[in-house]
């Protein structure tokens, strides 16, 4: 079936420094989204994506809908501490109806003051 | 706009026992998706509704099930519970449009302990 694999599992990065993460496919998807989780919360929506190509900004978090359709990237800029959690990709399972998304394990991304 | 909502918040239950979970949706959104969270397996689906009918399920048994109420809000119920079942029950809701469809906002979920 659909797997995300999603890098890295985790990142200890400086503050002010900026973060890379990224998620892949192994088959097409026509949407990506990212998500942030904080412990004990619901994941957060950060940025959905439509179409192959597209590169679209929420504050300092970029995210980029890969050519291939089977990859996408988040990047954040000057990361802060409170940037600290759980960043996840999804994707829709085409196994499934409209309703249903596979996730990635995640990333873990701490931030050193 | 308020946001997805799901109560309670935490539960503690005994194996055997049964618990149901509630989640009201974003206004204006017709569906609803079900996920459990778990440190070893993640996030997995469990079920979606629309318009109050199961339109997808996921590999859970049939001791997980749902319902959806005429007004969107949705209820999931699980019977005979296991020490496995201990994890985080996350609502998520969708406008369900054309454009956009697969894009979810999720509740705070419910953290269920079994005992």
């Known amino acids: 079936g659909q797997q995300l694999n999603q890098s890295p599992q985790s990142m200890f990065i400086q503050e002010g420094e900026d973060v890379s993460m990224n998620c892949t496919s192994s088959?097409?998807?026509?949407?990506w989204l990212w998500y942030k989780q904080d412990p004990g919360e619901g994941p957060v929506l950060l940025i959905a994506?439509?179409?192959?190509?597209e590169l679209t900004s929420n504050g300092r978090l970029t995210a980029q809908f890969g050519i291939t359709r089977k990859d996408s990237f988040l990047n954040i800029s000057a990361s802060i501490p409170s940037d600290v959690g759980i960043y996840f990709c999804a994707g829709p399972n085409y196994g499934g109806s409209q309703g249903n998304l596979i996730f990635g394990k995640g990333t873990k991304l701490s931030v050193k003051p | 706009k308020a946001g997805v909502t799901q109560t309670p918040r935490y539960l503690i239950k005994t194996r055997g026992q049964q618990v149901t979970l509630s989640c009201s949706p974003i206004?204006?959104?017709?569906?609803v998706s079900w996920y459990q969270q778990t440190p070893g397996q993640g996030l997995q689906f469990l079920f979606e509704y629309f318009s109050e009918t199961q339109r997808n399920k996921g590999n859970f048994p049939g001791r997980f099930s749902g319902r959806q109420f005429s007004n969107s809000r949705s209820e999931m119920n699980v019977s005979t519970l296991e020490l496995g079942d201990s994890a985080l029950y996350l609502c998520?809701?969708?406008?369900?449009?054309?454009?956009?469809?697969?894009?979810?906002?999720f509740g705070p979920g419910t953290r269920l302990t079994v005992l």
């Open positions: 206004s204006g959104h017709r569906s």
């Open positions: 994506l439509y179409k192959a190509g």
């Open positions: 088959s097409i998807f026509n949407t």
């Open positions: 998520a809701s969708s406008p369900a449009t054309s454009a956009g469809t697969n894009t979810q906002y």
